[in-house]
């Protein structure tokens, strides 16, 4: 992961879970140089206020464990986020860290359990609604994830993981018209084009609505967003059928 203001970093494998449309990493990085007080730097990464009044001894702890973590250690990166939240209890993203960690243990009830401590450490903490909106998705519980992402979406608009993944659920619990509305909101944010695959969804429902040239426009969009994806073969196919269909 590199881009301007940020310091470069590498994160480790990721599994992706068969009941997911659509998945989302959340990659967690440090400024490249640090900013005076009261400066801001245009397209640089933003951190929560409470984030600026953690304690050094806190912070540097969350700075091994970021490091650990890139480098795929994850007891020894938990054993740092644990003594960074020691060092500072309201460490939303040490929380948020220590439910990544368990989701990638397999451990369900220990994630669920760190990001709702992350949310009522710091309840503006984005990442964690998301982290936890996408464990209901995945168990099927479309109102919970709604109403996660739907608060998340209310402190920031601009969060594309959180537009689609809430674009996702609504796909999910057959609420066309807002998960519409919804990839139209994905696409016009920022750095949409890591999910494309939200175009697909809507491709498939604008199929079933009768509607093909719509159901055609999305299918393009996901060619033109990600054309060397995997599934690039079966939209093609989709979008022939469309246009001769039999």
């Known amino acids: ?19 997911e449309s659509l998945h989302t990493e ?14 801001s730097t245009p397209k640089s990464p933003t951190i929560s206020v409470s984030e600026m009044n953690i ?6 702890e969350m700075n091994k464990g970021l490091d650990a973590y890139s480098k795929g250690d994850m007891e020894k990166a938990a054993a740092y986020f644990e003594k960074a939240i020691a060092e500072y209890p309201r460490y939303a993203r040490a929380y948020d860290m220590l439910g990544v960690i368990a989701i990638k243990s397999s451990d369900r009830i220990k994630a669920r359990e760190m990001f709702s401590k992350s949310i009522q450490a710091e309840g ?9 909106a996408r464990l209901y998705l995945q168990d099927q519980d479309y109102a919970e994830s709604e109403r996660l992402l739907t608060k998340a979406i209310a402190l920031n608009p601009s969060v594309p993981d959180g537009v689609a993944l809430l674009a996702t659920t609504e796909f999910a619990n ?6 519409l509305a919804d990839v139209e909101k994905t696409h016009a944010l920022r750095n949409h084009e890591q999910f494309a695959e939200v175009h697909i969804m809507a491709g498939k429902v604008l199929a079933l609505q009768n509607r093909p040239q719509a159901a055609i426009f999305q299918f393009q969009l996901f060619l033109i967003e990600k054309p060397d994806s995997p599934q690039g073969e079966s939209v093609r196919n989709a979008i022939a059928s469309l246009k001769n269909p039999e």
């Open 124 to 132: 503006t903490f984005l990442p964690a609604y998301v982290d936890l």
């Open 26 to 39: 959340t990659v967690h990085v440090k400024p490249d140089s640090p900013t005076p007080a009261g400066e």
């Open 174 to 179: 057959k609420e066309y018209d807002k998960a």
């Open 1 to 19: 992961m590199t881009g301007r203001g940020i310091e470069s970093t590498n994160t480790s494998y990721f599994e992706i879970n068969p009941l």
């Open 55 to 60: 304690p050094k001894k806190a912070s540097a």
